[in-house]
């Protein structure tokens, strides 16, 4: 059995969890850092050599250090629960009285990252990058529709010929709890008439029902899409972490600053709930309160 110094107690710790609970090598590791971080924070901060004289309030102290220091909240809780673990183990080897790891310690709440937006002018920008060849009509219409109706990039890439209605000005979108009906706006609407009557024609080396067809004439990858978007994204000149959901993000925000309801987003959105509609009111107060 270990001494009540915390060193000794952390190394026959470790010893424990590689012999007798076999965990890997990567957890071993993280375990080791945590708690050697953990014992050089005890010696710097307190003078702490024995385990016995750590309690609630020391290791509380730690978690604020952590977030004092900018720690990731996934990092810190990561720590606490190794910590909680190795103060168990402590317990039931008898080297202190009390399970410290029965008490409830608060992390701190991860603050959500907004997502990155485009302004109506850079999307603009973007959206006139695509050159009048069969290629870029195809990309205009697929980027004005993924920004005009707000869909996720693999509901865009699986719509179908019937989906869309172009004498209703509107497509279907088949979701993941229910059907939804989006109009096509007006640009959305040019783009797909060009695409259709144009465009489409030539892409189709056989017959197929998606919408949107490759130059070899099957359906779009989401890959293949996402290439196409940095292209056109670099060659706008704009420097952004542009993503996949980019122009749903800015189709929201947008949206939002139009006075659109929440409840109303939430419909066009599909599948999210009022809960992350509210992230893009956060972004759009932001927004907002930096002019």
Request: glycine share 4%; proline share 2%; hydrophobic share 35%.
């Amino acid at each position: 059995m270990a001494s009540g110094k915390i060193m000794e107690g952390i190394c026959s710790y470790i010893d424990y969890l590689n012999d007798k609970k076999k965990v890997a090598t990567s957890t071993l590791s993280a375990y080791n850092t945590d708690l050697n971080n953990f014992e050089n924070y005890l010696n710097q901060k307190y003078s702490l050599t024995h385990i016995n004289e750590i309690n609630q309030g020391i290791i509380m102290s730690y978690v604020l250090f952590m977030k004092n220091e900018g720690r990731a909240s996934s990092t810190i809780s990561r720590s606490l629960s190794a910590i909680k673990n190795f103060m168990l183990y402590c317990y039931h080897e008898k080297m202190i009285d009390d399970n410290l790891s029965d008490f409830k310690y608060d992390l701190p709440k991860e603050e959500k990252k907004l997502p990155e937006v485009l302004t109506v002018d850079e999307v603009n920008l973007i959206l006139s990058q695509p050159p009048n060849t069969d290629l870029g009509r195809r990309d205009k219409a697929m980027l004005e529709v993924l920004y005009s109706s707000g869909l996720k990039v693999n509901e865009l890439i699986d719509l179908r010929l019937e989906d869309v209605d172009m004498k209703l000005k509107v497509l279907k979108c088949s979701g993941k709890k229910r059907q939804r009906i989006l109009p096509l706006g007006a640009m959305a609407y040019e783009a797909m008439v060009a695409y259709l009557e144009r465009s489409r024609v030539n892409l189709c080396k056989k017959p197929s029902e998606i919408l949107f067809l490759s130059y070899s004439g099957e359906q779009m990858t989401r890959q293949g899409f996402w290439k196409l978007i940095k292209k056109y994204v670099k060659a706008a000149g704009i420097d952004k972490k542009i993503s996949t959901s980019t122009f749903r993000h800015s189709f929201a925000t947008h949206m939002i600053e139009n006075g659109i309801h929440k409840e109303t987003l939430k419909e066009a959105l599909g599948n999210a709930s009022v809960a992350s509609v509210q992230m893009y009111l956060d972004l759009n107060r932001k927004r907002t309160n930096s002019l």
